[in-house]
DNA sequence: TCAAAAGTGTTAATAGTACACCCATGA
DNA sequence: TCATGGGTGTACTATTAACACTTTTGA
């Protein structure tokens, strides 16, 4: 076989990226998704998608899906699996890859975000999605639930300086299940790369909770998973 | 945009599975390696790997490139990553989805892999492969090595009946440390998925150790990770 | 009878879990 | 002064880690 027969002989396909845009509100995860106001599954619920292009690489292709939809260019994202069914989708055949992405819901472009038609879902109140995406939620989910029992990841859900209490919501839901205050304030105490601002937040209580920042340095230096 | 045009707008790429074929012999952990004889890259060393074809799944595409070197169609076989960097084939753009496989290294048929020019090389041992390669490897090594902990992956590198000193050597391979006798076989018997055969295997020692076997119903009714 | 691998329990250390009250403050 | 969320320590339990000798048997 000469060797330019060697690719030419073979299909190429579709290749799409799929993205998981996880947000942390009112002590629950939520979900970014469209209600699609375009073809195919027009009206439907789906994730934000889109085709990988020439000249662009796969985990780039996912940050300007993502950035299309919030306007944010740095986030945390993650690829999850590749999902290369037949059928998957009912008009041609797309190989997508799904990527989650964690996202301090404070700061998205809501121009952006309203221009797509999307919306932030209470995770427990996500609809039905199009295609297989309802799959690559479950399979995005517990892949960031993994992650956060082994490293910090969640703390890219909060805004730079948070206190304890909202941290240990955050976890209660990204685990889904309560945490013990004190035995949570112990195990945040010995992790030296989480360290008091100095600032304090008085929004939810008279007293005002110390506030807290992720130390990206000393992290780094400890374990580096 | 008309519905027929959402799809054709956009590139389609080649799509290739590459595929890190574990096995486990003399103590150790071992990777199936083609000294390519043919084009691009030949005489280097890569992974088996193949094309997706129109009418197959990626998971098949990965059963099938597997198959074809080792002959064994029932492999337990995952997932790992899709790398799809601009330049990570100087040939053409492909993209590439790594799947690990897990094989009895006492049952491929060694007239196709000597047909493939593959050869069994010990982990330490791994020569450098092209492409991204070398990446894809470690990346497979690590999941592998997670999942074995979390569930009993590792033994579909062992027959169907294996004694305990075995399991120990494998397990040993696989974390790549050592690890305790008692403490070890305590574990083992509190896992009653894995039984006694009732078998002896007398070709090690005089005394003769017990065979053991996993019983799939049994672990499926008790965990399911 | 001895070499070589198989098999077997106890104790100490560590990690994880359960649990309830006082504190500081502004309205 | 009191309602509200913030902050703190100890005892118990479970898990994991360390450790060395006896058994069996065929050559």
Redesign the interface.
Known sequence: ?P?EA??SI??????AVDCIIFGFDEGELSLLLLQRN???AKGQWSLMGG?????????D?ARRVVEELTGLDDLYMR?V??????GRDP?????S?AYYALVDIKKYDRQLVKAHNAHWVKLPDTPHLIFDHDRMVKDALRFMRYQATVKPVGINLLPEEFTLTQLQALYEAILGEPIDKRNFRKRIAAMDYIEKTGGIDKTLSRKGAALYRFNRDKYDGNFKI
């Open positions: 076989m060797p060697y690719y073979h299909p190429k396909f579709h290749s375009f073809e195919p085709f990988v292009q020439e000249g662009e690489s796969l985990d292709a690829q699996h590749t999902y290369g069914d037949l008009g041609e055949r797309v190989l890859t």
